[in-house]
């Protein structure tokens, strides 16, 4: 019997040999807010897909505790600044009255030479103004210290209020918030994370490349992916240097403008990186 056949035409085409891999789509950062400090959630200003600026308060935590402190070494430091007050007017005391006995002291030394003061009058005189010269020392030593007392309260104070930045949390730059973690009430702390914060200025497919591709794949190489039927091409951006944990080496395609249109952050996308463009080759089916 005659033997069936299918003929077919070669043709003269441009050819692409390509490596295929599966990406994820990516935000270009992503940050997971957290406190420095433990606290309750006072108040949440932003939900999932809100879009924040730079600066913008996200969550405010309850900070009265700290404030208490604040007020605490505020009056302490008031009461130290009247001790002070008090001290300052008591030296100037102390200094015009060792003036006079001082004063006196030399008086009656040259009194004593002329015999005309008892030596146990001369010599009361120069107790009394001793007495009154160790108190002068002791209370110049007291305002030293109160001074030194006030210093301390007030880096105190600073070092309170620099904390108290930690219980306004802020958008470190302008994004989308993808995942909110915390309600109003409940207790912050440094291990658990409260908010995501995704900034889409560009998206970029990430994809995992083996060690026998290792060879062929380069970064800056053309990458094709298909988005609603419709092909795209962008170019190998990052191909990064070490291997991740499942020894592989981690590329990224970053995009921007039209090419990110239609596409979502965390979604996989069939990606293929062009190794060898063949021009003007004859072709035909694989299965001839």
């Keep these: 019997k005659p033997l069936p056949v299918t ?5 003269n085409k441009d050819l692409q040999r390509t490596k295929d891999y599966l990406g994820v789509v990516k935000p270009a950062r992503e940050a997971t807010v957290a406190t420095k ?5 006072e108040k949440l200003h932003v939900d ?7 600066g913008e308060l ?15 070494l505020q009056y302490r430091v008031e009461e130290a600044r009247a001790d002070l007050s008090g001290n300052r007017a ?11 006995w001082k004063s006196e002291k030399r008086r009656n030394q040259n009194l004593l030479q002329k015999e005309a003061v008892s030596e146990s009058e001369a010599e009361r005189v120069a107790d009394r103004a001793a007495e009154v010269r160790g108190k002068l020392a002791a209370a110049r030593e007291k305002t030293a210290a109160i001074k030194n007392r006030i210093s301390s309260l007030r880096k105190q104070k600073q070092e309170i209020r620099a904390g108290l930045k930690y219980y306004s949390i802020t958008s470190q730059y302008k994004g989308i918030v993808s995942d909110r973690l915390v309600d109003p009430g ?19 497919i990430s994809l995992d490349i083996p060690q026998e591709d290792f060879p062929e794949i380069s970064q800056g190489q053309e990458v094709a992916f298909s988005l609603q039927g419709e092909e795209k091409r962008a170019e190998l ?7 991740n944990t499942a020894r592989m080496k981690k590329a990224e395609v970053w995009l921007q403008g039209t090419e ?11 990606v293929s990186v062009i190794v060898e463009e063949l021009q003007g080759t004859t072709l035909i089916p694989r299965s001839s």
């Design 58 to 72: 996200l969550i405010e935590l309850d900070s009265e505790e700290v404030k208490h402190k604040l007020d605490s």
């Design 186 to 204: 409940d207790m912050a702390s440094p291990s658990q994370p409260l908010l995501k914060v995704e900034d889409r200025s560009f998206l970029k």
């Design 7 to 11: 003929a077919v035409k070669a043709e």
């Design 48 to 54: 999932e897909g809100d879009w924040v600026k730079p």
């Design 90 to 100: 008591t030296v100037r005391s102390l200094q015009s009255s060792y003036k006079y």
């Design 260 to 270: 990110r249109k239609g596409l979502t952050s965390g979604a996989y996308l069939p």
């Design 37 to 41: 400090v433990s606290a309750k959630v």
């Design 237 to 243: 951006t990052l191909l990064h240097p070490s291997l």
